[in-house]
């Protein structure tokens, strides 16, 4: 997937929980958006506006040629980790979620432990991104410094 989701968001005190790679797993795996919004908001962030996904909607269905339906929350202050999801109609129709994370830790490990070593894996100075493709799910990691994007993507 090619469509990025960098949330900006009003500074608010982080009294949220940290997400777990178990969670961030059971949110990428939901079959249906209200089933994503009730996992996502049992973590205490706060739920995007649909003022604040107005632009991304746009471009998403400018891009995607369908319609789509689409959650996100914000951790913490402006440029904290953002976690969304979607399900898009239409010709390339899918589900997919995306987290963007501030100190990706053991992000990248996790992944391959669970979904074994990298179909693509490709390191630079800069960063490095590194995919899978697991029947009709694609996964896709992105790391630049210390800040890191997960698309997971499931075909419908």
């Not at 968001?9 to 929980?17: C, G, L, N």
């Not at 990706?104 to 960063?127: C, I």
């Not at 799910?137 to 698309?151: D, F, N, P, R």
């Amino acid at each position: 997937l090619a469509v990025g989701l960098l949330f900006a968001a009003p500074a608010a005190a982080d009294t949220s929980s940290s997400l777990s790679f178990a969670q961030l797993i059971d949110f990428c795996g939901s079959d249906t958006l209200a089933g994503a919004e009730a996992k996502a908001d049992r973590l205490g962030w706060r739920r995007l506006t649909e003022a604040e996904l107005k632009d991304w909607r746009t471009g998403f269905v400018a891009h995607n040629g369908g319609a789509v339906e689409v959650s996100g929350w914000q951790r913490g202050e402006e440029g904290g980790d953002a976690l969304s999801f979607w399900v898009a109609r239409g010709a390339d129709k899918h589900r997919a979620c995306a987290y963007t994370v501030n100190r990706p830790s053991r992000l990248l490990d996790e992944l391959t432990e669970r979904f074994g070593p990298p179909q693509k894996l490709d390191k630079q100075e800069f960063g490095l991104t590194a995919s899978w493709k697991l029947g009709a799910m694609e996964i896709s990691y992105s790391q630049v410094g210390k800040s890191a994007v997960l698309y997971v993507a499931h075909s419908d």
